[in-house]
């Protein structure tokens, strides 16, 4: 009976060592970057855009938005709303070196938060995409959608890496 035992045991410490292989692996891979270039990200990312709810924007309004310098990164893209009652933007940045990327991502909260005050009370609706906002920080990658499409814009951003 103790040797059954033993050889369970064994057996059982086998199996987690093989878990825990296969979630390093995938946290590897969902953690890391990518070595694709922006321009292929971006195009990726743009063909899925609902064009009707987004326009691409310039510099201006990046810095105006978001309080970001498009010079400062590798790559940026930013569509929004042309509309002012409107919440609906996706930006994408490829940051020069991940020290960037806390400072990306803070600017987005601030955003958000601001878009979320300045809609409360007002348009609920544009509070819940707030709220339902997409941020995905993968390697130097970043990206942020507020839409009703957000969920898609993400899981095309995923797959672009």
Do not use: C, H, W
Not at 34 to 43: G, L, T
Not at 51 to 73: H, I, P, V
Not at 122 to 142: F, H, M, N, T, W
Request: hydrophobic share 40%; proline share 1%.
């Amino acid at each position: 009976m103790t040797d059954k035992r033993q050889k369970i045991i064994a057996g059982m410490k086998y199996v987690i060592l093989v878990f825990i292989i296969l979630y390093l692996i995938m946290l590897m891979v969902y953690a890391s970057g990518s070595k694709r270039a922006f321009s292929e990200v971006e195009k990726a990312v743009s063909s899925v855009l609902n064009s009707d709810e987004l326009t691409k924007m310039d510099e201006r309004m990046l810095k105006k938005n978001f309080g970001l310098n498009s010079a400062d990164y590798q790559g940026v893209k930013y569509y929004a709303s042309p509309s002012s009652v409107s919440a609906a933007e996706v930006l994408l940045i490829q940051v020069k070196n991940e020290s960037q990327t806390d400072a990306v991502t803070d600017a987005i909260e601030k955003r958000k938060a601001q878009r979320m005050e300045d809609f409360e009370g007002y348009l609920p609706e544009e509070v819940k995409l707030l709220e339902d906002a997409q941020l995905s920080v993968r390697g130097k990658y970043i990206f942020y959608a507020v839409s009703s499409d957000a969920s898609k814009y993400r899981n095309t951003f995923d797959k672009s890496l």
